[in-house]
């Protein structure tokens, strides 16, 4: 069977033995270091995580289905302070009635044909550009700090460079961060081979498949944003063991140029427009039209370009 149909149902039916020759086998056909395999538990489901290194990135295996992707937003019943959070906002805005919004800002329901795939742990900046230690910019920097250098272990410039010391002074880590447009960071990832999740692929990755507003349901604090809560289950690696969706600012970016998930830059957390829009930008299906048409726009900017790298399995 090619591992591209391999289904979470087969992959979790495994035995141990056949799970690690299998991950192992993925590995050496794609260049990869097996870090380990583990069970995961999240929002009540279990789960058999394969981790794999690539040159410092961490992909973990998403095994492939069948699944029904966006949401139902008939189907949702709000928690008293999520209405009572939405009615304030609504009155503020000029806001249609909760459902009515939800479903104008989540992504329709469909049933998806989906492969089995690597995808990257952590959301990945293709704006940054690592430096060797010895890379003039990062002479300078380390020089101009002198002898305040000791004890330090992370500098920054203003000009976007950061330096990181180990306990000796020496540098372990170097990089620049350098404005980049949507074309120039996907042509940064495939330029080692990568590619960006389309949106299909992120909400799966995102959800694992569940068809609740978010992927541990479909309740959210009622006193505060998701940046007032530094743990939660919005904080915690999903089900597939991807740290993804779990803050508002850090929106990524698909393969639809006009498509985002995982957030809406923190307009709503910043604009302090209500608590249950705030966190409403974190589920699954999120779709912010007017945002993602925004940033495709020649007015649209962005501080950084998140991605989220797939590797399509052979």
């Known amino acids: ?97 909760l459902l009515e919004h939800v479903e104008a800002m989540t992504s329709p329901v469909r049933s998806v044909e989906m492969p089995a795939m690597l995808v990257a742990v952590q959301a990945f900046d293709p704006c940054e550009i690592v430096l060797a230690p010895e890379d003039p910019r990062v002479l300078e920097l380390v020089a101009s700090v002198g002898d305040r250098l000791r004890g330090v272990s992370t500098l920054q410039s203003g000009g976007g460079l950061t330096v990181e010391f180990d306990q000796t002074g020496r540098v372990v880590r170097a990089a620049a961060t350098g404005e980049v447009s949507y074309d120039e960071a996907m042509a940064a990832l495939a330029s080692v081979g990568l590619r960006t999740a389309t949106a299909d692929e992120w ?70 427009s209500g608590f249950f829009l705030g966190w409403l930008t974190l589920a699954t299906a999120y779709r912010d039209q007017e945002f993602g048409q925004w940033l495709a726009s020649d007015d649209g900017y962005a501080d950084e370009i998140l991605t989220r790298p797939v590797m399509e399995l052979s």
Request: aromatic share 10%; net charge negative.
């Open 203 to 272: 909400e799966w990755a995102c959800g694992a498949g569940v068809t609740t507003l978010f992927r541990w349901g479909d309740d959210c604090p009622g006193d505060g944003y998701p940046s007032d809560y530094p743990t939660g289950r919005h904080a915690q690696e999903n089900l597939w063991g991807l740290a993804i969706g779990q803050d508002p600012y850090r929106h990524e970016v698909t393969t639809e140029r006009t498509v985002v998930c995982g957030g809406d830059g923190g307009s709503a957390t910043c604009g302090g």
């Open 1 to 97: 069977m090619p591992y591209a149909d391999l289904s979470f149902e087969q992959w979790n039916d495994l035995s141990d033995g056949v799970a690690r020759r299998l991950a192992q086998d993925i590995a050496d056909r794609h260049d990869l270091t097996v870090v380990g395999l583990r069970d995961t538990a999240y929002a009540g489901r279990s789960h058999r995580v394969a981790l794999f290194d690539r040159g410092g990135m961490r992909f973990a295996l998403v095994p492939g289905g069948r699944p029904m992707l966006g949401y139902d937003a008939a189907r949702f019943r709000p928690a008293a302070e999520q209405a009572a959070s939405y009615a304030d906002s609504a009155d503020e805005y000029g806001l249609p009635p």
